[in-house]
């Protein structure tokens, strides 16, 4: 069964730290370009970051840029996202997702990803 699963989610005051994880298993997840979304209450699901496979090229939404980071550790069938200095505009739920063979022009659009986690739940408040 082919599953991605994240976790790392929580409440952190504004200024503070998230570090996500997305796992993976029953595919070969090297082959994988990994996305991650975030959708807030009453918005459609938005683009954060994502970071090819095979090229390992990553790829930032304006608004996350400079402040996360994303990678992969393919021995680990795992992929993280590293936020830093969070806002509450960060408030959302956090999905990781994948699609073998991703062009670069589909790699900030939802619709081409087939493969989803349930989601994280990340609130910024004090």
């Known amino acids: 069964q082919v599953q991605l699963v994240e976790s790392g989610g929580g409440l952190v005051q504004p200024g503070g730290s998230l570090r996500l994880s997305c796992a993976g298993s029953?595919?070969?997840?090297?082959?994988?370009?990994i996305g991650w979304f975030r959708q807030a209450p009453g918005k459609e699901r938005e683009f954060v970051a994502a970071?090819?496979?095979?090229?390992?090229?990553?790829h930032y939404a304006d608004s996350v840029k400079g402040r996360f980071t994303i990678s992969r550790d393919d021995a680990k069938n795992t992929a993280y996202l590293q936020m830093n200095r969070l806002i509450p505009d960060d408030t959302a739920v956090y999905y990781c997702a994948g699609k073998t063979g991703m062009i670069l022009s589909s790699i900030r659009y939802h619709v081409y990803y087939d493969t989803w986690g349930q989601g994280t739940q990340v609130t910024v408040s004090s």
């Open positions: 970071i090819r496979s095979p090229a390992r090229t990553t």
């Open positions: 029953g595919l070969t997840f090297s082959r994988y370009t």
